[in-house]
């Protein structure tokens, strides 16, 4: 390593919110000679713990005002983070004002996010929003040729093995390395508040799109072991798997993490104080979901439902997992269980297989809480709301001159909530509270049809069933039939009822097939495409 790409640190200015560690790291900072510069309560954490600090209002001769907002906007503290050590200029600028040389900067942030989190009101996200803090990390940053700047109090482990490594000087690779993670923070520090206060305007601009958060874990690879991957948290609320408690298994992957999502998000559909629900989950598509009395229930019906592809699925429940339940889930292979809790009794069944990944999220996803989906383009970001679109009894619109019976009407708003979830083109037969077959990803919605009747077939084969379920079934699809083969396909299959969006040209065609058919078909008004 050249020496010109060693900074000795003789001076460090440290003004944290999060204090964790601050005095064991500062000590050997001043072991090493360095001086210490804060500001409020860390100034007085530093002298609590027998450290001499220089308070900053000593350098800049101002005192700390506004209810300490305004504290390190000078020039300097400024000037001794950004003047280049190797320009004359500069350095002749630093003896005219009397700024002293910072070499290190140790900065987190007023907690900004966990405010906005907490449900707190927009006038106390705003009093935490810090702006002293993010100067000066942009200004250590930029000047990371001569500065290091630490925005994560683990990150000044970092520094002092640098520093020891190099005899009290820190390298330009460590210096650069932490300057990348600094932007990454306050860039998505912003993020956060610009979405935070998005909520509040009735027209918010969107000129601009700005997301971003902590890297949560490093995971071993992507999609395929080629991709690098990792899971980032974001500034939405509410419970989710990116939130959630691993309590038992091996670390998540990349797809475990996608399908564990899709699984969580669809049986977030289901009120657990209505209904016990159980979804089993493959390639973020359902191969079985059920509803019943209980858990145990719900997921030996969901299973039924396509008990092949169960096997190395994802299970996820609406209601804390029971022993009953779990032991259920013990008898075959499955990646990752998701739910809002499990007794104990239930964690003991599990615990014998050590590979399974336990996930608790403490609740259900809500389903009216703001949030986006991100998909990459080449070149940018494709952005949409979060498919929160719901239908009830009372927005259908019978079509067909047979009614849908009662019963009929609960299947066809379950397997209305289901086919939200799989990807289009999308086809879910139910019948009693659980799928019978479900066709998802195809190319034509008449092929989504065919694959969910043989599904329901190979399922009743599987279970020695005397006929598929699709007899008697009603049948959802995302979108509208375009032409009238898909229906009659449904038909053939056994389905005694059809709920779809509508509003094809040829609609009056599809109605006209389904009368002839003896079947009651129902108008949504909405679709649920999901590529």
């Known amino acids: 390593m050249a020496d010109s790409d060693l900074a000795p640190v003789r001076r460090a200015l440290i003004s944290v919110s999060d204090k964790s560690g601050l005095a064991e790291r500062a000590k050997r900072l001043v072991d090493m000679g360095v001086e210490l510069l804060s500001t409020g309560g860390t100034l007085q954490a530093l002298r609590d713990a027998g450290l001499e600090a220089k308070d900053v209002s000593e350098v800049t001769e101002y005192p700390e005002m506004m209810d300490g907002r305004v504290k390190t906007l000078h020039p300097r503290v400024h000037g001794g983070l950004l003047a280049r050590r190797d320009r004359d200029d500069d350095l002749a600028a630093m003896e005219t004002h009397g700024i002293p040389q910072i070499d290190l900067l140790v900065v987190n942030l007023y907690p900004f996010e966990e405010t906005s ?37 683990r990150d000044l482990d ?163 997992l029971d022993a009953e339940t779990a032991d259920a889930i013990a008898r075959i292979f499955t990646e990752v269980v998701i739910a809002p809790d499990a007794d104990e009794a239930a964690l003991d069944v599990l615990s014998a297989k050590k590979n399974v990944r336990v996930l608790l999220t403490g609740g259900l996803a809500d389903a009216g809480r703001d949030g986006h989906v991100i998909k990459s383009v080449a070149g940018g970001l494709l952005v949409q709301e979060r498919d929160f679109g719901h239908v009830r009894e009372a927005d259908l619109k019978v079509v067909t001159e047979r009614q849908p019976s009662e019963e009929e009407m609960a299947d066809l708003l379950f397997a209305w909530r289901i086919v939200k979830h799989v990807k289009s083109n999308a086809i879910v037969f139910a019948k009693d509270g659980r799928t019978a077959g479900v066709g998802m990803g195809q190319t034509s919605r008449v092929e989504a049809v065919r694959l969910a009747a043989r599904k329901a077939e190979d399922a009743a084969k ?35 009822c059809v709920i779809q969006p509508g509003g094809s040209v040829r609609d009056e065609e599809v109605i006209e097939a389904a009368n002839k058919a003896g079947i009651a078909m129902v108008f949504t008004g909405m679709r649920h495409f999901r590529h």
């Open 462 to 496: 599987e279970n020695g069933w005397d006929e598929p379920r699709t007899k008697g079934s009603a049948l959802a699809s995302d979108a509208f039939f375009p032409f009238a083969d898909g229906l009659m396909e449904a038909v053939e299959a056994g389905a005694r």
């Open 117 to 153: 989190k907490s449900g707190a009101g927009i006038a106390a996200c705003i009093e935490k929003i810090d702006v002293g803090g993010p100067a000066m990390i942009r200004a250590a940053a930029k000047n990371h040729a001569h500065v290091a700047v630490c925005v994560d109090m």
């Open 158 to 320: 970092k520094v002092l093995e640098s520093m020891d490594a190099n005899d009290g000087a820190t390298s330009l690779a460590t210096r650069r390395h932490l300057a990348a993670k600094a932007f990454g923070r306050t860039a998505a520090y912003d993020a956060a508040i610009a979405e935070r206060l998005v909520k509040e305007v009735e027209k918010p601009a969107e000129s601009w799109f700005a997301t971003g958060g902590p890297r949560i874990q490093k995971l071993r690879y992507g999609e395929n072991p080629h991709q690098a991957a990792a899971l980032y948290a974001l500034p939405e609320t509410g419970p989710g798997v990116a939130s959630a408690r691993q309590v038992q298994g091996k670390p998540l992957s990349y797809n475990n993490i996608a399908d564990a999502d899709a699984a969580f998000e669809l049986v977030s559909e289901f009120d657990p104080e209505a209904q016990a629900a159980a979804v089993i989950i493959k390639h973020a598509n359902p191969c079985g979901a059920a509803v019943a009395e209980d858990l145990s229930k719900a997921y030996e019906r969901a299973f039924a439902g396509d008990p092949v592809s169960a096997f190395g699925g994802i299970a996820a429940f609406n209601r804390t």
